[in-house]
């Protein structure tokens, strides 16, 4: 299925296949002008104590019979470089009840979680003690949907301002 690759001028992305992830998604990069999207960013920054500028816009996710996203993390080593820093935390929220599968397995931590309406797991990508060290025990994983289909969203908090870069094209 898809995935993102190279960043393009026109704001839009190179797609490219993966056996790793099959899910499909989609940037919400309209979402701030979008008032129930912006009702869920402004309870994240609640939520969180981090300002709206620094999340990436929502990433929408829908994963169909059978797919799934293998073992990964969601620290990107080249935010290290990036004027927004990394990536200190995800939020990630269940947008429907999925009949069976679907989980988000965390192997190191022995932990599931199982698709719920309404539900978010939130986790940390780096360790507190140094924010530019990866948190290795926060590797997860999508399960794969046995029925139904499974909607959700990620929410990814940055050390500093991620949105107004982005909305003047200037990212990295």
Sequence with gaps: SDD???Y??????VTYFTEERTSNQAWCEDCPSDPIARGVSDRIEVLTSIPFTNSEPLQLLRYTKGQKYDVHHDLDPGDLYRQQGVRLMTLFLYLNDVEEGGQTRFPQLNLTFTPKR???VIW????????DEEDPRTEHQAMPVIKGVKYSANSWTHQHDVLTPMYENCRD
């Design 8 to 13: 393009l001028p026109d704001g839009s992305y």
């Design 118 to 120: 309404g539900r978010i």
């Design 4 to 6: 993102e690759g190279e």
């Design 124 to 131: 940390p990508n780096v360790l507190d003690e140094d924010p």
